[in-house]
């Protein structure tokens, strides 16, 4: 849970900084006899709207917090556990 919250962290904050990325997409050329294809480059964009980033974020926050709890008090509990069985 926490490496998705991460993951959500950075994606948020790409789309609040950058507002998005462009892809390249290359198509491979061909040779037949004595006719030849070309190379084709596309671009495209994605644009990502600011209101969105900021979820993104929020939603990845909130997961990595999420995720440190739940792990703490678990650890907690197994030290309770051994302290007690510890003891007569």
Do not use: C
Request: glycine share 14%.
């Amino acid at each position: 849970m926490r490496v998705l919250g991460i993951i959500l962290i950075i994606l948020g904050l790409v789309g609040l900084i950058y507002g998005g990325f462009t892809y390249f997409q290359k198509e491979d050329t061909a040779d037949l006899g004595v006719a030849e294809v070309t190379v084709k480059d596309t671009a495209g964009s994605v644009n990502i709207h600011p209101a969105i980033g900021g979820v993104i974020l929020a939603t990845g926050i909130v997961m990595l917090v999420a995720g440190g709890r739940r792990k703490t008090e678990h650890v907690e509990r197994i030290e309770i556990d051994e302290r007690r069985e510890i003891r007569p």
